[in-house]
């Protein structure tokens, strides 16, 4: 599946900054790609800017990235149940409550690109077991329908708009 298949309807409004900011390109080549390059940027990130905020209650660099890595995993489960034609509504998830929860600030760099080295290894095995048509299948999470091509997409753009904010408020000061 392209970028360019996915219709209007197959996700929420919300997410189509996430979807903006990709090029055009099949899902699996996008997350092979970010599986290469991410580590890579993860690895230029000096280990002491981990627990830097670029203003009060704002989070911290390690938070970013493990809600990065907290929502790869949630889309992934929503992209299985998908994957499945599990119409069951899939709840949503407060990335606000989470965070405090990460426990980020005890992580390193490594850690963090073995984990998402893992997850993101797993997303990309889950989509590349799927039939194309199947991408097309549509389900609902936090109350909004989403296809699971989307959902695909959609953890390809969170991750790369992320890496956007890191780059231009906490990394380039």
Not at 12 to 23: D, G, I, S, W
Not at 55 to 71: I, N, Y
Request: charged content about 25%; overall charge negative; some cysteine.
């Amino acid at each position: 599946m392209l970028l360019s298949d996915l219709k209007d309807g197959d996700c929420p409004a919300y997410y189509k900054p996430y979807l903006e900011v990709l090029p055009e390109a099949s899902l699996v080549e996008l997350m092979e790609r970010q599986m290469g390059n991410f580590p890579e940027f993860l690895q230029s990130i000096p280990a002491d800017m981990l627990s830097y905020r670029y203003a009060p209650g704002k989070w911290s660099v390690a938070e970013v990235l493990v809600h990065v890595l907290d929502t790869e995993r949630i889309f992934q489960y929503r992209a299985l149940r998908l994957g499945r034609k599990d119409a069951t509504p899939l709840s949503g998830f407060d990335q606000d409550d989470y965070v405090p929860e990460s426990l980020a600030e005890g992580r390193t760099i490594e850690d963090l690109v073995r984990e998402y080295q893992v997850i993101r290894e797993s997303s990309l095995l889950l989509f590349k077991s799927l039939p194309s048509d199947r991408l097309l299948f549509k389900g609902n999470a936090s109350g909004q329908d989403i296809s699971l091509g989307a959902l695909g997409f959609i953890i390809c753009g969170h991750q790369k708009h992320h890496r956007n904010i890191l780059r231009e408020r906490y990394l380039e000061r």
